[in-house]
Nanobody, 123 residues
Framework: VQLQASGGGLVQSGGSLRLSCAASARTFDTYALGWFRQGPGKVREFVAAIPWRGSSTYYADSVKGRFTISRDNAKNTVYLQMNSLKPEDTAVYLC?????????????????WGQGTLVTVSS
């Protein structure tokens, strides 16, 4: 699966951004698509994930209530709507595709990664 992330940029604290991740056609080989982020000097951390089928969504505690993940199966695209952004949300955001085994928030279970898009939140 090839993934292309977009939508990052510079936004003031309290603002919003919507990220997109377009996947190649072979999504039936994967279970879910997730968003991770890596801030300056920090480890890569799970943000949110959504399976390609069903209504479940998963979020890190740090973004619950502020971020919403959704998908458009017809476009093979997953979105991350980010509201009430904080300076600590500043990071490179990466989308990744996950197979059918392992925890939904385990980055080592994601085996296809996009190139990332930078989100900068100014105070």
């Amino acid at each position: 699966v090839q993934l292309q992330a977009s939508g990052g940029g510079l936004v003031q604290s309290g603002g919003s951004l919507r990220l997109s991740c377009a996947a190649s056609a072979r999504t039936f080989d994967t279970y879910a698509l997730g968003w991770f982020r890596q801030g300056p000097g920090k480890v890569r951390e799970f943000v949110a994930a959504i399976p390609w089928r069903g209504s479940s969504t998963y979020y890190a505690d740090s973004v619950k209530g502020r971020f919403t993940i959704s998908r458009d199966n017809a476009k093979n695209t997953v979105y991350l709507q980010m509201n009430s952004l904080k300076p600590e949300d500043t990071a490179v955001y990466l989308c990744a595709a996950k197979g059918y085994t392992g925890a939904i928030n385990a980055k080592d279970r994601y085996d296809s990664w996009g190139q990332g898009t930078l989100v900068t939140v100014s105070s």
